[in-house]
């Protein structure tokens, strides 16, 4: 029988520059709740998950108006500078907690329509070293450059097997921590949990979810979101 738990580590740090609020994107308000909220409902209420590690900015006014604010399942981690940094804390804070062989899901608070279902394909198919929740590119993508005040085309890259990564990602707390950390001595501040296992020599799984798992982050993404997630 596997005593292997499951963490969820949710970085919830970020300032929301592109989002141009008022306040943090993570506390405008979705159905009336605000959007982590929403998050740390579908993430608390999967069987798998016990606790969750919530990484918040030294900074942050707003945490204490959560619903979870004060919810005994909530282990608080302070943010840093970038994303990676902040997932980092987040790992340390559940150092003498979390064994190696543990897996860690590390989703964004950003992602709040995230669906039980897709967590469930994620954890059917997971396997060592790890998986992420990804989308199939439907555009034809092409790769610029800056010319004058925008961008021209180079090349249209060929988009078989170019997919979105999206979270959660899943790996080994006692690998994700090392990887990280290795990658950051390396001076690669990586966007996702991915890269740094990858930056390690490793290939982790590509799990296709659903693409309304939207990362809410700029201002028209908000009325999306409420939408996706009166339908859920
Ligand atoms: N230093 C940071 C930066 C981001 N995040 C979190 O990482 C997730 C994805 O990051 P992103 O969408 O880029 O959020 P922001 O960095 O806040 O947005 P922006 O880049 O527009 O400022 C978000 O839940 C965000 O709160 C974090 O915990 N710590
Ligand atoms: C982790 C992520 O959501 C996967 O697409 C993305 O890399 C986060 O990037 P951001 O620049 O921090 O939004």
């Known amino acids: 029988m596997s005593n292997v738990r499951y963490w969820p580590v949710l970085p919830a740090a970020g300032v929301g520059s592109r989002m141009k609020a008022d306040r943090p994107k993570q506390y405008l308000s979705l159905q009336g709740r605000y959007l982590m909220d929403h998050t740390l409902e579908r993430m608390l209420s999967y069987p798998l998950f016990e606790r969750a590690v919530v990484v918040l900015s030294d900074e942050d006014p707003y945490w204490s108006a959560s619903e979870f604010a004060g919810d005994s399942r909530v282990i608080r981690a302070p943010g840093g500078s970038e ?18 062989e543990d897996w860690v899901v590390v989703h964004d608070v950003a992602r709040p329509c995230l669906r039980h279902s897709d967590l469930d ?112």
């Open 83 to 100: 994303r990676c940094y902040s997932v980092l804390n987040g790992l340390a804070a559940l150092e003498g907690v979390a064994q190696d």
């Open 121 to 232: 394909q994620l954890f059917h198919e997971l396997q060592d070293p790890g998986a992420i929740l990804a989308v199939p590119t439907r555009d034809t993508m092409k790769r610029g450059h800056h010319s004058g005040e925008g961008s021209v085309i180079d090349h249209t890259v060929d988009r078989t097997q170019l997919w979105h990564a999206l979270t959660p990602q899943v790996f080994r707390y006692g690998q994700l921590q090392q990887a990280l950390t290795q990658c950051l001595d390396d001076g690669f501040e990586v966007t996702d949990e991915a890269s740094a296992i990858e930056h390690c020599g490793q290939s982790p799984l590509l799990v296709e979810g659903r693409s309304d798992n939207i990362k809410v982050t700029r201002p028209e993404d908000l009325a999306l979101a409420e939408f996706f997630l009166s339908r859920s």
